[in-house]
């Protein structure tokens, strides 16, 4: 049975929480696959290089907000001026960590 959502695109530059969220989404049970990059430029990366074998489009991206090198708030700039075919194909979502 397919599911509701095809990949999902994970942008923390922290290991821990990349790792919870995974957890957390493959027992979920909504997701085929989560895809995980650690900074703002491996993100842009990866939507930018469709040509890639093992490339599934974001249905969702997760995204930091505070990250070294590209914020989340960059990284949204820089992923505005993408082409619709390189965007996720519902949304975009940042979160923030409260200390």
Do not use: W
């Amino acid at each position: 049975m397919s599911k509701p959502i095809h990949c999902i695109l994970l942008i923390d530059d922290d290991p821990d929480d990349n790792f919870f969220h995974q957890l957390i989404i493959r027992e979920s049970g909504v997701c085929d696959d989560v895809r995980v990059a650690e900074n703002g430029l491996e993100a842009l990366h990866y939507l930018t290089h469709t040509d890639q074998s093992d490339y599934k489009r974001p249905d969702v991206i997760f995204l930091d907000i505070n990250m070294p090198g590209m914020n989340g708030f960059e990284f949204v700039e820089h992923y505005q001026t993408l082409p619709s075919d390189q965007k996720s194909r519902l949304l975009l979502l940042m979160l923030n960590d409260i200390p």
